[in-house]
């Protein structure tokens, strides 16, 4: 199942999807890190996200072609969202609005050079 296609020279089109996730603790060295196997699934589960802990997020996607680039940067989490920062200078920058952790999951979207993949994140309370 595809999301989203792209065309190469406009006559190509090219089909992506997510195959693996890769998740780690901000302070644990990237080589700690978990990885999530979704396989042709255009979605994925991470769970055991503790609280008052910042996360890093990796997605690598696939098409016809093989394995892309994982994508880059890491996108940084925590339970109650993204974390916005400047990822030239590493600056955290302030949350445009309060978000507010009300449901039994977070909804997180990572944007590639290609496609947009849609994240569960399940909590852990």
């Known amino acids: 199942m595809a ?3 792209a065309r190469q020279n406009g006559l190509v ?3 992506i999807s997510c195959k693996l996730i890769r998740v780690w603790e901000t302070f644990d060295n990237s080589k700690q890190a978990y990885d999530i196997d979704v396989g042709r699934a255009v979605s994925g589960i991470v769970s055991g996200i503790k609280r008052h802990s910042v996360y890093k997020m990796r997605v690598l996607g696939y098409s016809r072609g093989g394995d ?3 994508s880059s940067p890491p996108t940084l989490f925590t339970l109650g969202g993204y974390i916005f920062y400047d990822s030239s200078s590493t600056l955290v920058l302030p ?3 309060s978000a507010t952790v009300s449901s039994s999951y977070i909804i997180t979207i990572v944007l590639t050079k290609i496609c947009l993949y849609l994240i569960t ?3 852990e309370i």
């Open 68 to 70: 892309g680039a994982m």
């Open 13 to 15: 089109a090219v089909e």
């Open 95 to 97: 949350a445009i609005s």
């Open 121 to 123: 994140i399940s909590l």
């Open 3 to 5: 999301i989203c296609t």
